[in-house]
T-cell receptor, first 114, second 113 residues
Framework: GAGVSQSPSNKVTEKGKDVELRCDPI?????LYWYRQSLGQGLEFLIY????????KSGLPSDRFSAERTGGSVSTLTIQRTQQEDSAVYLC????????????FGSGTRLTVV | DAKTTQPTSMDCAEGRAANLPCNHS???????VYWYRQIHSQGPQYIIH???NNETNEMASLIITEDRKSSTLILPHATLRDTAVYYC??????????????FGKGTLLTVNP
């Protein structure tokens, strides 16, 4: 597609429920990243996928967080047993491998845990 | 930790040039300077990047000092839609975990009518 698409744009969930956030990167972009941004804070790196290589999960804050990327394209970020501190905007970005150019970010999913 | 220092906020009059400074005194030879901006409620948007030479594209110009310890992003004719948080980021392009972008607090640029 023309840009990085994320869905849903907004998600309100009850504490303890599981949620799935979806990212559809730009066609042909082999690198995909997840970041999150809490209210008034900077962006926090979560996970990175590059082609068929093992993902870099070093930014995931706990084992309740997981992500997968099927077929080298669409990615799903799953948060199990959500907590209120998980409330944030979850941003996905993609790029042409490790390119010299910039990353293209989606508009994010605003997650609110009540 | 972010390797850059930026002013917290700046104001600019509509139609005038906006000059956003960034200090990166510990930058290494393999590190590029990248600029992104984030308009309210949107994802970050790539603006421009450079290594040593000044760069210009349709959005902005990037001026990097000869010692590479600081740079300035220039929006030549700021509009109200340029109001955003502007992030200056240094990124190692030589390998390893150079894909991670470390965002600091950035500069909130407010363009006034």
């Amino acid at each position: 597609g023309a840009g990085v698409s994320q869905s849903p744009s907004n998600k309100v969930t009850e504490k303890g429920k599981d949620v799935e956030l979806r990212c559809d990167p730009i066609s042909g972009h082999t690198a995909l990243y997840w970041y999150r941004q809490s209210l008034g804070q900077g962006l926090e790196f979560l996970i990175y996928f590059q082609g068929n290589s093992a993902p870099d999960k070093s930014g995931l804050p706990s084992d309740r967080f997981s992500a997968e990327r099927t077929g080298g394209s669409v990615s799903t970020l799953t948060i199990q047993r959500t907590q209120q501190e998980d409330s944030a905007v979850y941003l996905c970005a993609s790029s042409l491998a490790i390119s010299g150019g910039g990353y293209t970010f989606g508009s994010g999913t605003r997650l609110t845990v009540v | 930790d972010a390797k850059t220092t930026q002013p917290t906020s700046m104001d600019c009059a509509e139609g005038r040039a906006a000059n956003l400074p960034c200090n990166h005194s510990t930058i290494s030879g393999n590190e590029y300077v990248y600029w992104y901006r984030q308009i309210h409620s949107q994802g970050p948007q790539y603006i421009i990047h450079g290594l040593k030479n000044n760069e210009t594209n349709e959005m902005a110009s990037l001026i990097i000092t000869e010692d590479r310890k600081s740079s300035t992003l220039i929006l030549p004719h700021a509009t109200l839609r340029d109001t955003a948080v502007y992030y200056c980021i240094v990124r190692d392009y030589s390998g390893g975990s150079n894909y991670k972008l470390t965002f600091g607090k950035g500069t909130l640029l407010t363009v006034n009518p």
